[in-house]
C-alpha cells in the first residue's frame, strides 16, 4: 500500500495502523478516536484523509481486490490445466489471508459488523469474483483440454469458495491461531480428484 507524496504517505500510515489495530484487537471496534491515537495525530488529520471510517475500509478493501485479482490474472496466463489454475487461486486466497490476518476481519466481515450495509455488499462481491473465477476455469476446461467438472461447474465452485471463507473465518475466530493453510497440502489432492474427469463422449446425447 505504499504510495508516494507527503499526503499519500500519511493515508498509508492510517490504512497501516487500521490493519495493525485489526490484527491485534480481535473482537473490538475500531474507533476513530482510538485509530487517531494509534497514528498519533488528531481525528481531525484523519478526515482530512478518509471522509468517514468507511471510506478507510474501502481503501483496504481495494488494497484486497488489486492484490488478489492482480495475482489471479498472472495465475490464467502462467498456467494451463484447469486443475493447477484452481490450485493457485484457492493456495493464492489462503495464503494471502494467513499473511494478512488484520485484513481477515474484513473478509470474514467480522470487523464490518455494524459498518454500512455497502461494505459488507462489497465484501461479498469479492467472493462472487472468486466465485465466478473458479466457475470459468472448470467450464473452460471441456474446451482447452477435454474434461468437464464431476459435478456441475457451479457447485463445485461454489464449494471450493465455501471452503475459502471457511477458513477464512477459523482463523479469525481462533484468534489468529488456526491458519489458513493447515492441511491444505493434504487436502487439495481429494479435492483435485472430484473436480473433473474425462469427457465420456459416449454418454453425450445425441
Not at 135 to 151: D, H, N, T, W, Y
Request: proline content about 3%; hydrophobic content about 40%; some cysteine.
Amino acid at each position: 500500500m505504499t504510495e508516494t507524496g507527503d499526503k499519500l504517505s500519511r493515508r498509508d500510515q492510517i490504512l497501516q495502523a487500521l490493519v495493525t489495530m485489526l490484527e491485534n484487537n480481535p473482537g473490538a471496534r475500531i474507533t476513530t478516536a482510538n485509530l487517531a491515537k494509534e497514528v498519533g495525530v488528531s481525528e481531525a488529520a484523519l478526515y482530512r484523509h478518509f471522509p468517514s471510517k468507511a471510506k478507510m475500509f474501502e481503501g483496504l478493501i481495494a488494497f484486497i481486490e488489486e492484490t488478489v485479482f492482480s495475482r489471479i490474472t498472472r495465475i490464467m496466463q502462467d498456467f494451463e490445466r484447469a486443475d493447477d489454475r484452481c490450485e493457485k487461486t484457492l493456495t493464492l486466497v489462503l495464503t494471502f489471508a494467513e499473511k494478512n490476518p488484520g485484513l481477515c476481519r474484513l473478509l470474514s466481515g467480522d470487523a464490518l459488523a455494524g459498518e454500512t450495509e455497502r461494505l459488507r455488499d462489497r465484501m461479498q462481491q469479492f467472493f462472487d469474483r472468486i466465485e465466478a473465477q473458479l466457475k470459468q476455469i472448470l467450464r473452460e476446461a471441456e474446451m482447452r483440454e477435454g474434461k468437464v467438472p464431476v459435478q456441475t461447474a457451479s457447485a463445485a465452485a461454489n464449494l471450493l469458495t465455501a471452503l475459502l471463507e471457511g477458513r477464512i473465518r477459523q482463523y479469525v475466530r481462533s484468534e489468529f491461531k488456526a491458519l489458513p493453510t493447515t492441511y491444505w497440502d493434504e487436502q487439495w489432492p481429494m479435492l483435485r480428484v472430484s473436480l473433473l474427469r474425462d469427457k465420456d463422449l459416449s454418454r453425450m446425447p445425441v
